[in-house]
């Protein structure tokens, strides 16, 4: 943390890139590539923290930190590792269908923790194997890649996940089968159904995304109209890979507007509830935001300055219905780059200055809560988690050069994803 103040705007968020993508290095493992959740001992694998990883790769070659050949030897790595990896309905494979377990064990990939056969993970996975066969265009071991990353996107049967239905599972257990609930509003998935779409083998069937936007909230929220989803990071991650600036399906043809103006929106509806801090939460200001999903405080509920408070732990809080303990992601300011610059980063450097113990390494933690305090400060997550640190990275280098959006805007599996989707207009 020490001298990051100082830094030019350009410096601070490079300083800041390299030290979030170093995370998915730092915590990779030598012979599976795969990448821990979080940098606590003994954590497996999330295959989504591996998705951002496949992502970043490009991001350290064009910046000078890793060369081309390490860059190539890592992703092709984890590309073997998924493509010999056990697909069945055992207990213990690393996937079904194409699809994967969310959480693996770091040395074998096998299935930890009963964990489900996730959707919208597997298609963060697969969005950083394409993003990996967009980048790596040269022969041999780069050809490679490119005939794992087609092998693995076409293997994933979306329509089998739809369970006969006209919507879409949110995942599966051998155990019990599909999960009994599907996706309702607006969320993160929209990167699931364009790859559902997108799919030469198995797309799913056209009324798939009808069925999931008919879900959607269109709201006035402090005097703006905006598709409601109460996360913050349900705004960023299917924009860390696609570049929505113009393009329109129906429902945000209707409407007028995009999902990366909503994004805006959202961000903007974040700062003035944080100045408003209804619950009045401690630090809460236009420049300490970012309710999100994330880790916070698991203690018991307890009376404090006339206020009943009740802590969630790890919990997806949202704005500005809640839930809210008072728990802020600090990552998630400087991830609004390419939405909103100036505000992410008067945020940051606010947060930086007020509160130096969020930040170490260069790292941001997971999640702050200033408002119970733990001896003098506020309560402080323990260790970094990948998504954060993977996400930060990723929007960071969209913000600078565009350059994760420019290698998906040529991806034809992609493309063809969001033309079935009812995408028009922009690059498209």
Not at 366 to 395: H, K
Request: proline share 4%; aromatic share 14%; net charge negative.
């Amino acid at each position: 943390m020490d001298g990051l103040r100082f830094l030019s705007d350009e410096a601070l968020v490079t300083r800041l890139q390299r030290a979030a993508f170093s995370y998915l290095v730092d915590y990779a493992d030598e012979e599976t590539g795969l990448v821990a959740d979080t940098s606590r001992p003994g954590s497996p694998c999330s295959i989504a923290v591996v998705g951002f990883a496949l992502s970043c790769y490009p991001v350290a070659v064009e910046n000078g930190w890793m060369s081309r050949a390490e860059a190539a030897a890592r992703t092709l790595k984890v590309l073997r590792f998924f493509s010999l990896s056990a697909q069945s309905e055992a207990s213990d494979a690393t996937g079904y269908k194409g699809f994967y377990y969310h959480f693996l064990d770091m040395k074998t990939g096998k299935r930890v923790w009963q964990c489900e056969l996730s959707l919208v993970d597997s298609a963060l996975l697969i969005a950083g194997i394409l993003v990996a066969a967009g980048y790596f265009d040269g022969g041999d071991e780069e050809s490679e890649i490119r005939d794992h990353a087609d092998a693995l996107y076409r293997r994933v049967d979306w329509c089998w996940a739809q369970n006969g239905t006209a919507g879409l599972s949110q995942g599966w257990k051998p155990e019990c089968g599909f999960l009994h609930y599907g996706w309702e509003g607006y969320n993160e998935a929209l990167i699931l159904y364009v790859l559902g779409f997108g799919s030469p083998t198995f797309p799913l069937t056209s009324e798939c995304y009808e069925t999931w936007s008919l879900t959607y909230q269109w709201e006035n929220l402090m005097d703006r109209n905006v598709l409601y989803s109460g996360p913050l990071f349900t705004h960023l991650f299917s924009h860390a890979w696609i570049d929505f600036r113009g393009i329109r399906d129906d429902f945000m043809r209707e409407k007028n507007s995009d999902y990366f103006e909503n994004t805006k929106r959202t961000i903007a509806i974040h700062r003035d509830y944080g100045e408003r801090n209804p619950h009045e939460f401690e630090g809460y200001s236009r420049d300490f935001w970012g309710v999100t999903a994330g880790d916070g405080p698991s203690v018991p509920a307890l009376r404090q300055n006339g206020r009943d408070r009740r802590f969630y732990g790890y919990m997806s809080r949202g704005v500005p219905y809640g839930p809210d303990d008072g728990t802020i992601s600090p990552w998630a300011m400087l991830a609004t780059l390419p939405f909103a610059p100036d505000a992410a980063l008067s945020g940051t450097r606010h947060l930086l200055e007020t509160y130096p113990q969020v930040c170490t390494r260069d790292r941001f933690s997971s999640g702050f809560n200033p408002t119970l305090r733990c001896g003098s400060e506020g309560w402080l997550s323990e260790g970094w988690y990948g998504l954060d640190q993977g996400l930060l990275a990723m929007t960071i280098e969209n913000h600078r050069t565009g350059l994760i959006w420019d290698i998906i805007r040529r991806c034809g599996y992609v493309r063809d994803g969001l033309a079935r989707a009812g995408f028009k207009g922009g690059w498209l």
